[in-house]
């Protein structure tokens, strides 16, 4: 069914009213140099309610009022061509039986048929010109290219698509279909619950109907495959269509979130299967990018962790700001050539510079300070796996501690500008290895600025939870759960976690770090904890599984260290809201460096000597609010 009445609609129609009619006016201006004997005026007015009245009607039944505008295309532009032409001719034959065409130059015909194809089409291009080029998408100006290709390869066959969601994204996915018949896809349709979008059409594809008749539409149309075009779709409502495209019983994939998307180009090569990152974290996170840009652009970046989840995902972040080089600051080599290969493929001029080094080594620090002299350090190496950490505490202390230390204090020797330390949720009020020696580093880098030390460098912390995808989270050991049959292995029923993705997380390290002037504890706004339980069942009904029914959970009670919650803040802390929305902060007493520094001391001779029970005492003393983990039974 065609839709006719829309917003907008009266403004297109009488647009298009006007330009039929100077058209018409304008072709005898042209036939008679500009001079137009008098008797053909009354012959122009007398004609001209046929024309407009056939013009429209032809417009109408070629789908001319079906279109968006703003993604005008090839396909419309030929629609364009085949109105004019059968209204023309129309015209023509009309004349020629009722009228004749005695009165009449023949000329007038042909170049109104010229003028009224040139007028609508470039009424609708313009429109799409204007808003390309406003959002800056270059693609507008190769609006033409490849005309006749277009019209050869228009109804090209391949997979059944459809595309859930009529926005600027759904668009570039459909217009690169088309362009590119190799592909393998032949879009059917769009599904979109925006009312005003209803029976409209986008390259001559059809929105047809809301993401509630999806299962119907399937049908109606074939389709043997479904696409997520939404990329700021929230959480909760991805949540809904997924469980949608569920029900339909055929393949959905998506395209990757506007966090995720590096350069903010949506293309089919970005199209991937729904990950559990989706139904945690669509939304896309604002940046204040001027901010950023001032204390990275042209600036030498150094990276610890380089070859990690957050370090990597740091250094794809960074190369968005044009730094003047990325130092790879990375022990694990594998990890380091595969980051460095990738950033020299997508970074452009910027300098890629890895190095295989440990923060552990004073002496491969000041080398690499020395012949680099970054500008900027995110310090992201660290142990993270609570349990192994619990049994090997010196390894948890030597490593995030000590590490830690050997960093600041190069950076404050080179003088660094800006130090940006990652630290986590678990470092509030620690019950474990791993959260007592990240809070016992947070605590280090903030006496760094403060007590009267005249220090250049700005040091700082953010602090936040998990991140979804990491390596060694709960999701990649479900996923080789699912994949081997099940079942899936739960420490607790009650246990829940903060989540985010890895991009959103970097993204908020970047904007923090633009923040601080120096000691500040900043807080990334984690949202709502998440059960722990619930993830697994959705990452099986994501695995196409029904939870207990065709994979079973089983419950095997907390590991050593583990709490049943985390938490990022205590009551005692005073956060304050900064001016982004995501981002809060506190500062925390000062602390006397010389006297961290005698604790560390401390700690390093019990590190040479594995004492793990000696470690837990003194941290005991150290920090008091280190409250070491009780076991929970799995009934509790």
Not at 342 to 354: A, S
Not at 459 to 479: A, E
Request: glycine letters at 6%; proline letters at 4%; aromatic letters at 10%.
């Amino acid at each position: 069914m065609k839709r006719i009445f829309y917003k907008n609609f009266f403004i297109i129609l009488l647009s298009d009213i006007i330009l039929i009619s100077f058209s018409w006016y304008f072709a005898y201006l042209l036939r008679f140099n500009f001079v137009i004997p008098e008797y053909s005026y009354y012959t122009i007015k007398y004609i001209l309610p046929l024309i407009i009245a056939i013009k429209i009607l032809s417009f109408y039944f070629f789908d001319l009022y079906q279109g968006m505008w703003r993604y005008t295309s090839l396909i419309d532009v030929v629609n364009i061509l085949k109105a004019c032409t059968v209204a023309s001719v129309t015209i023509l034959i009309m004349m020629l039986f009722v009228h004749g065409i005695s009165g009449f130059p023949r000329s007038i015909f042909i170049i109104d048929w010229v003028l009224t194809l040139f007028l609508i089409s470039g009424s609708r291009i313009g429109v799409r010109l204007f808003v390309s080029f406003s959002a800056g998408d270059k693609s507008a100006r190769l609006l033409w290219k490849n005309f006749f290709k277009i019209l050869r390869t228009h109804h090209h066959q391949g997979k059944k698509l459809l595309i859930i969601g009529a926005g600027d994204c759904g668009e570039k996915i459909c217009r690169e279909i088309h362009d590119n018949p190799h592909l393998g896809y032949q879009v059917m349709g769009f599904v979109d619950d925006d009312p005003s979008k209803a029976n409209l059409k986008i390259h001559g594809i059809p929105v047809m109907g809301k993401m509630d008749e999806v299962q119907v539409l399937v049908k109606k149309t074939d389709a043997e495959e479904l696409l997520i075009a939404m990329p700021t779709v929230s959480s909760r409502n991805m949540r809904k269509i997924v469980a949608r495209c569920e029900k339909t019983g055929i393949p959905f994939k998506t395209v990757p979130s506007m966090t995720e998307l590096i350069n903010g180009r949506v293309t089919v090569k970005a199209i991937r299967d729904v990950a559990y990152e989706d139904l945690i974290g669509r939304e896309s996170v604002k940046l204040d990018e001027e901010r950023i840009g001032a204390y990275i652009r042209n600036k030498r970046v150094l990276i610890t962790g380089a070859g990690g989840s957050i370090g990597s995902e740091l250094c794809r972040q960074v190369c968005r700001f044009s730094p003047q080089s990325i130092i790879l600051y990375e022990r694990a080599e594998s990890p380091l050539y595969e980051i460095e290969l990738e950033l020299r493929d997508i970074c452009g001029d910027v300098q890629i510079i890895p190095r295989l080094a440990d923060i552990l080594n004073p002496l491969q620090l000041e080398k690499v300070f020395y012949e680099e002299r970054p500008q900027v350090v995110f310090h992201a190496a660290a142990y993270k796996h609570v349990p192994m950490l619990e049994l090997q505490p010196w390894e948890a202390m030597s490593n995030n501690l000590l590490g830690t230390r050997n960093l600041v204090e190069v950076s404050r020797q080179y003088h660094v500008e800006r130090f940006v330390f990652v630290s986590s949720d678990k470092a509030v009020r620690p019950a474990n290895m791993m959260g007592a020696s990240k809070r016992l580093a947070e605590i280090y880098v903030q006496s760094q600025n403060g007590n009267g030390h005249r220090v250049s460098t700005r040091f700082m912390t953010v602090r936040f939870g998990n991140v979804v995808g990491s390596v060694g989270s709960v999701i990649p050991l479900f996923k080789k759960q699912i994949e081997k049959g099940g079942p899936i292995t739960v420490t607790h029923p009650k246990m829940t976690r903060y989540f985010m993705t890895i991009p959103e997380a970097c993204q908020l390290i970047l904007q923090a770090g633009s923040m601080g002037q120096g000691s500040e504890i900043f807080i990334l706004d984690m949202g709502v904890p998440i059960r722990i339980a619930d993830m697994a069942r959705d990452l099986i009904r994501l695995s196409g599984f029904e939870p207990d029914a065709d994979i079973k959970i089983e419950y095997t009670g907390l590991r050593p260290g583990e709490k049943l919650q985390e938490e990022l803040i205590t009551d005692d802390e005073g956060i304050v809201q900064t001016s982004h929305e995501k981002i809060m902060v506190f500062k925390a007493p000062y602390r006397e460096v010389d006297a961290i520094n005698g604790k560390l001391d401390h700690f390093l001779s019990l590190i040479v000597n594995q004492d793990g029970e000696a470690i837990k005492d003194f941290i005991k003393v150290v920090l008091p609010e280190y409250k070491p983990h009780r076991k929970v039974a799995v009934g509790e």
